[in-house]
């Protein structure tokens, strides 16, 4: 069964540091998400995109964060120069559609710790 | 607010009993509806979803859920429960117009007892 992956499964970076984190969505889905979950508290959605730009965002994802496709397989997020609050489990999704009916399958997530 | 809420952070229950997981949420319109299951070291594996007509929904992995439109609930049951099924439970909601962004609730975990 196809499955979205990512990659690192854990990345431990240094406040101020720039973070790389990367999906390999479903290969025929053609919409990507992140999200992000802090210990403790709710999955939150952080952002989609479709057809290489972004269809929207929430307020957490501010100039610091941007993501991209950058070949046909990979979906990354940036995040330019962490600060300790962003230390959360990092959930990629993908969908064929865009429709609300249309089932987001997610990856194992990247738990990201920033000290 | 609009908002997801599972009232139960930790379930325990004993292997073979039944198992409801609640899930209320507070929105103008009905929603989109989901059941999420996250088990160690996986991702979000999608139990079942509700978008509209029969309110009870059956799921893989033997789960059902049902929609109750008077009291805003889309409770997630099983009626036997098997070790495996120990993890941790997000209900989610998508607005429709949202445009497929899932709101969650803070989950539940479930430990199940031999």
């Known amino acids: 069964e196809p499955e979205v992956t990512q990659t690192p499964s854990h990345q431990v970076t240094q406040m101020g540091q720039e973070v790389i984190l990367r999906c390999v969505p479903i290969?025929?889905?053609?919409?990507f998400y992140w999200y992000r979950q802090i210990l403790g508290q709710k999955v939150e959605f952080l952002v989609s995109?479709?057809?290489?730009?972004?269809?929207?965002k929430s307020e957490i994802f501010d100039d610091q964060f941007s993501v991209e496709r950058p070949d046909g397989s990979n979906f990354t997020l940036k995040i330019r120069s962490t600060k300790l609050e962003d230390s959360a489990m990092y959930f990629c999704?993908?969908?064929?559609?865009?429709?609300?009916?249309?089932?987001?399958?997610f990856g194992p997530g990247t738990r990201l710790t920033v000290l | 607010a609009q908002s997801v809420t599972q009232p139960d952070i930790h379930i325990t229950v004993s292997e073979g009993a039944s198992l409801e997981l609640r899930c209320n949420y507070s929105?103008?319109?009905?929603?989109?509806l989901f059941w999420y299951v996250q088990s160690p070291g996986q991702g979000l594996q999608l139990l079942l979803k509700?978008?509209?007509?029969?309110?009870l929904v059956q799921g893989i992995k033997g789960f059902e859920a049902e929609f109750k439109r008077s009291q805003s609930s889309f409770n997630l049951r099983k009626p036997s429960v098997h070790w495996s099924d120990a993890a941790e439970y997000f209900c989610?909601?998508?607005?429709?117009?949202?445009?497929?962004?899932?709101?969650f609730g803070g989950g539940t975990r479930v430990l199940v007892k031999p």
């Open positions: 999704a993908s969908s064929e559609a865009r429709q609300g009916t249309d089932t987001q399958y």
């Open positions: 290969s025929n889905h053609l919409y």
């Open positions: 995109f479709y057809n290489n730009e972004i269809s929207e």
């Open positions: 929105y103008g319109a009905t929603p989109y």
């Open positions: 509700y978008f509209s007509g029969d309110t």
């Open positions: 989610a909601v998508d607005q429709k117009a949202a445009g497929n962004k899932l709101t």
